[in-house]
């Protein structure tokens, strides 16, 4: 079984530049999640879909970042402008289900964000 | 509010030490479930178990094994006779059914040295 896959691995851009990241989940899952992992942190939920509706945003900076799972299956989250304090790994997870407490999440490798 | 501290932010040993990993959590939910993670060099997260908080049984799974003490409210994890394949970040996390998010703690970076 193929894992949840994302791109680019690494990127680099300068502040106010817009970047976006790509996350491909495992077959069939229907929950897919975005974290923000700062160096040193531990990795913190930036939204969570159900199919392709959004059901918790609550910790999106929603005046930069935006995110997006088209036909319920690929997502996008997008940046634009970024900041320096953006540079951070962007992991994407996926579930079969959205209840966390009952249904494991299965992580991508991420992709890893420097703002300069 | 929840709340999930490693305290230990960095732990080096040499190779066939055994080590423990501590994890200390806050929580007002009665019911709740912890889980560990391990983030190779390779970036992605790992699950390597989820525990309930009704099930105070220690677990083993082959050199790891768990902790789970309500009383202190501490989840650690120990692994026997290290191996360099066991140098990762490892972080504890917390999830409960009414927030039903993972809250994770800020990780233990496990060196182990041949």
């Known amino acids: 079984e193929a894992g949840v896959a994302q791109s680019p691995r690494y990127k680099i851009i300068e502040k106010r530049q817009s970047v976006a990241f790509w996350c491909n989940p495992i077959?069939?899952?229907?929950?897919l999640y975005w974290y923000q992992q700062i160096l040193g942190q531990g990795p913190k939920l930036l939204i969570q879909?159900?199919?392709?509706?959004?059901?918790?945003d609550s910790q999106l900076p929603k005046d930069r970042f935006s995110a997006e799972r088209l036909k319920g299956v690929d997502s996008t989250l997008k940046i634009q402008p970024a900041k320096l304090e953006d540079s951070a790994v962007y992991l994407c997870?996926?579930?079969?289900?959205?209840?966390?407490?009952?249904?494991?999440?299965?992580f991508g490798p991420g992709t890893r964000l420097t703002v300069t | 509010a929840q709340k999930v501290t490693q305290a230990q932010t960095e732990i080096s040993v040499v190779e066939k030490e055994d080590v423990t990993l501590d994890c200390v959590y806050e929580?007002?939910?009665?019911?709740?479930?912890l889980f560990w993670y391990k983030q190779p060099p390779s970036g992605e997260l790992v699950f390597l178990i989820r525990?309930?908080?009704?099930?105070?049984q220690n677990e083993i799974s082959g050199r790891y094994s768990w902790n789970f003490q309500k009383s202190t409210s501490s989840f650690n994890f120990t692994i026997t006779a290290s191996q360099v394949v066991d140098s990762a970040v490892y972080f504890c996390?917390?999830?409960?059914?009414?927030?039903?998010?993972?809250?994770f703690g800020t990780g233990t970076r496990l060196q182990v040295f041949p």
């Open positions: 077959s069939g899952h229907a929950t």
């Open positions: 996390a917390l999830s409960d059914y009414n927030t039903d998010k993972l809250i």
């Open positions: 929580t007002r939910d009665t019911t709740y479930y």
């Open positions: 997870a996926s579930s079969s289900q959205g209840s966390t407490v009952l249904y494991e999440q299965y």
């Open positions: 879909f159900q199919n392709n509706g959004v059901v918790d």
């Open positions: 525990r309930n908080s009704f099930d105070e």
